[in-house]
T-cell receptor, first 113, second 110 residues
Framework: SAVISQKPSRDICQRGTSLTIQCQVD?????MFWYRQQPGQSLTLIAT?????????ESGFVIDKFPISRPNLTFSTLTVSNMSPEDSSIYLC??????????FGPGTRLLVL | GDSVTQMEGPVTLSEEAFLTINCTYT??????LFWYVQYPGEGLQLLLK?????DKGSNKGFEATYRKETTSFHLEKGSVQVSDSAVYFC?????????FGKGNQVVVIP
């Protein structure tokens, strides 16, 4: 399976600031996704990162709050904008490889004070 | 829409005990089914999967069988170890979208 890395692995941020999370894959992949895992909760899909076009956002998530870039088939970024304590979560990227299988990065643990 | 239901609450058991975590699903079509594991402080790792009815996924002593008649994908392990302590997520879907259950924390006591 693909090796997926994320930067930063964790961060503590002040409210009102923005943080950009990077996701790097060691091979070209078609589908890349961003998920949020709030404390003690399951995963919620934020958006699908599309190469060469705007991301496709799920209900409840908007581009102004979570802008996403996908400049090529191995890299994507997610920005969490104008953060509030409610944005404290683990943010995970995932990719699809093989038959309908998603593989996840190690996650970025974000705490907003 | 597609959804996954996992049994409520954490699971605490002794080393070498038998583990079962129930997972049932609602879906249109024929989704793939997955179990992911999240060890403390880490991301999600794919534990096993099944892509069609009656398929059995297995890995690291864990097993789950895709039961279309009962819409279930229960996870089992015959003899757990302390190192199996983690959160286990059942999921369904595929290329475009995964629907996750709420997860079950498993604590194995020596």
């Amino acid at each position: 399976s693909a090796v997926i890395s994320q930067k930063p692995s964790r961060d503590i941020c002040q409210r009102g600031t923005s943080l950009t999370i990077q996701c790097q894959v060691d091979s070209q992949v078609t589908m890349m996704f961003w998920y949020r895992q709030q404390p003690g909760q399951s995963l919620t899909l934020i958006a699908t990162a599309n190469q060469g076009s705007e991301a496709t956002y799920e209900s409840g998530f908007v581009i102004d709050k979570f802008p996403i870039s996908r400049p090529n088939l191995t890299f994507s970024t997610l920005t969490v904008s104008n953060m509030s304590p409610e944005d404290s979560s683990i943010y995970l990227c995932s990719v699809t490889q093989g038959m309908k299988t998603q593989y996840f990065g190690p996650g970025t643990r974000l705490l907003v004070l | 829409g597609d959804s996954v239901t996992q049994m409520e609450g954490p699971v605490t058991l002794s080393e070498e005990a038998f583990l079962t975590i129930n997972c049932t699903y609602t879906a249109t079509g024929y989704p793939s089914l997955f179990w992911y594991v999240q060890y403390p402080g880490e991301g999600l790792q794919l534990l096993l999967k099944a892509t069609k009815a009656d398929d059995k996924g297995s890995n690291k002593g864990f097993e789950a069988t895709y039961r279309k008649e009962t819409t279930s994908f229960h996870l089992e392990k015959g003899s757990v170890q302390v190192s199996d302590s983690a959160v286990y997520f059942c999921a369904l879907g595929g290329n475009n979208r995964l629907a996750f259950g709420k997860g079950n924390q498993v604590v194995v006591i020596p």
